[in-house]
């Protein structure tokens, strides 16, 4: 069973950065979209990046665009979300998420495999 692994979450002031990284270990991402998702308390999950398969194209929310970078390290076989000017807002656990036909942002029912989640804490 595919299992993708998150780390990088912790506390932070607003205005601060965190990097997250998605890991897989023994699976290759070649031909998967990868999808970072968070959920807050009492929220519905939501999409918040995606980079395509071959890493040809990278999509963002709304929320977090022009503060978000989605990259992946292909001789690390890892996707990473570095995350600048942080709010308050984006308090959440962050998942990733891999998903054979391409990139969707959206509540991610769509994603084959999945991460446990990290917790990332923006205090105001």
């Known amino acids: 069973e595919v299992q993708l692994v998150e780390s990088g979450g912790g506390s932070v002031q607003a205005g601060g950065s965190l990097r997250l990284s998605c890991a897989a270990p023994?699976?290759?991402?070649?031909?998967?979209?990868i999808g970072w998702f968070r959920q807050a308390p009492g929220k519905e999950r939501e999409g918040v990046s995606c980079?395509?398969?071959?890493?040809?194209?990278?999509y963002y929310a709304d929320s977090v665009k022009g503060r978000f970078t989605i990259s992946s390290d292909n001789a690390k076989n890892t996707v990473y979300l570095q995350m600048n000017s942080l709010k308050f807002e984006d308090t959440a656990v962050y998942y990733c998420?891999?998903?054979?036909?391409?990139?969707?942002?959206?509540?991610?029912?769509?994603?084959?495999?999945w991460g446990q989640g990290t917790q990332v804490t923006v205090s105001s």
């Open positions: 023994g699976f290759t991402f070649d031909d998967y979209a």
């Open positions: 998420a891999a998903e054979l036909w391409g990139c969707v942002l959206g509540v991610g029912g769509e994603y084959d495999y």
């Open positions: 980079i395509s398969a071959n890493n040809e194209r990278t």
